[in-house]
């Protein structure tokens, strides 16, 4: 699986951003996919996660509530609807398996200016 993200952009406080992963080969729609973050720093986390049909999701503490994952395996997309930012959500934003197991693309900044 290959992967490039995009919708990053610099946003205000309470404001959202949704942000895309696109993904190559064949494989995208039997993996469990997730999204990370890595903030200027700090060592890149775990955000949210979907399963391979988009029947279950989980996400981090920090993000519950705000943020909603979802995917289209006909599209070979998964997206990242974020609300009500926080200026703490600034990172870099990337997507993988759940395990990390692609290799990384080079992400997508999200800014959040208080």
């Known amino acids: 699986v290959q992967l490039v993200e995009s919708g990053g952009g610099l946003v205000q406080a309470g404001g959202s951003l949704r942000l895309s992963c696109a993904a190559s080969?064949?494989?995208?729609?039997?993996?469990?996919m997730a999204w990370y973050r890595q903030a200027p720093g700090k060592q890149r986390e775990w955000v949210a996660a979907?399963?391979?049909?988009?029947?279950?999701?989980i996400y981090a503490d920090s993000v519950k509530g705000r943020f909603t994952i979802s995917r289209d395996n006909a599209k070979n997309m998964m997206y990242l609807q974020m609300n009500s930012l926080k200026p703490e959500d600034t990172a870099v934003y990337y997507c993988?398996?759940?395990?990390?197991?692609?290799?990384w693309g080079q992400g997508t900044q999200v800014t959040v200016s208080s």
């Open positions: 993988n398996t759940y395990g990390g197991e692609a290799a």
């Open positions: 979907i399963t391979s049909g988009g029947g279950s999701t």
């Open positions: 080969g064949s494989t995208f729609s039997i993996n469990t």
